[in-house]
């Protein structure tokens, strides 16, 4: 991991080295190591990364696409920062998001979390590109409720693939909330500042929770497939000696088998079928422990182990959970 200083802070003997030419130098250097991932900590970190001006916040900067044309001597690059990310873009863009390559041919708003690791994959046009970069850090929303249910909106975690794809309307909505935030820290920061800057933020994530239940209406269809296919992998794997071998499926094995990411899977499923992953899973394993303690002789912690668990009590805790008995008063009753 490469720490954004390494690239931007170099003096010699009193006179400053110029950020952008120390930049171009050293981005050649890493452009031949593709394990290679430069890190972002702040918000001022970011600002000198590309050579913008001076944030007028700390913690939170909106910025204009079309003005981001010193983020195309970045293309191929690894980045991760330590920022929430809030972008949208009117018009073509390339990203790659982990391994896979996304092309979009209309205005699509991505989310990203601190940690997350995405390459710019194109260079942008500024006669072509319109859109906006919310970048804020999690240090400004440590004492708001905001910060405490931040990790409520799972979109964060979505793929690129993911996206939620915008109409006009809805556009409009987030370009004025987006406004109001530039606006605030444009301003003389006073004792409303912060918490008129939150507010906007809360609006624009609860905004996007209402189009992301549109676009999964709207796609109703296809999301019944993979609904299909998920409870196919899943019925398998549970008929199968994985269960034994390789232990209870994780989410991410199933988003894995339909290419999607885990906390979009699970939301695809809660609104289709009122479950998420980890509910389908325990449902079924419940099902399964059900028959099996009926018919067979097994000991509980025989039957614990085959069905996935490396410790028979936390079967027994997951059991009652669910149906209100242990497994031993459930065999004795039945």
């Known amino acids: 991991m490469l720490s954004i200083e390494s690239v931007i802070s170099v003096k010699q003997k009193g006179n400053s080295v110029s950020c952008s030419s120390h930049i171009f130098r050293y981005l050649s250097k890493i452009s031949t190591m593709s394990d290679e991932i430069v890190r972002i900590n702040s918000i001022t970190q970011l ?3 590309f050579g913008w001006e001076k ?24 980045m991760t920062s330590d920022l929430y990310v809030i972008t949208l873009k009117d018009h073509d863009c390339g990203m790659l998001y982990g391994r896979s390559h996304y092309d979009f041919e209309e205005g699509v708003l991505a989310f990203y979390e601190p940690g997350q690791v995405v390459t710019q994959t194109e260079e942008i046009n500024e006669e ?19 910060g405490r249910k931040i990790q409520e909106y799972s979109f964060f975690s979505y793929g690129v693939n993911e996206a939620l794809h915008l109409s006009d309307q809805e556009r409009r909505m987030l370009y004025d909330t987006v406004s109001k935030i530039e606006f605030e820290y444009n301003q003389n920061i006073d004792g409303h500042t912060q918490e008129l800057i939150v507010n906007n933020i809360e609006l624009l994530l609860n905004y996007s929770n209402r189009f992301y239940e549109r676009q999964f209406h709207t796609r109703t269809n296809t999301h019944k497939d993979v609904v299909i296919q998920f409870e196919t992998l899943l019925k398998a794997y549970m008929s199968s000696d994985k269960l034994v071998n390789e232990g209870i499926p994780s989410v991410a094995y199933f988003a894995d088998q339909v290419h999607l990411s885990g906390n979009y899977l699970s939301d695809l499923l809660k609104k289709e079928t009122g479950k998420n992953v980890k509910d389908h899973v325990n449902n079924l394993l419940i099902d399964k422990a059900k028959t099996m303690l009926l018919s067979s002789g097994d000991t509980v912690s025989e039957i614990s182990y085959k069905l996935g668990f490396n410790y028979p009590h936390y079967f027994t805790r997951m059991f009652k ?6 497994p031993n008063d459930y065999r004795t009753i039945n």
């Open 128 to 146: 072509e590109q319109s859109g906006w970069m919310l970048f804020f850090h999690p240090d400004l929303l440590r004492k708001s409720a905001l």
């Open 55 to 78: 944030p007028k916040h700390p913690l939170v900067s909106v910025l204009d696409v079309a003005n981001l044309k010193s983020m195309n001597n970045w293309v191929g690059v690894k």
């Open 321 to 326: 959970l669910h149906t209100g008995q242990t």
């Open 47 to 49: 600002h000198q990364m």
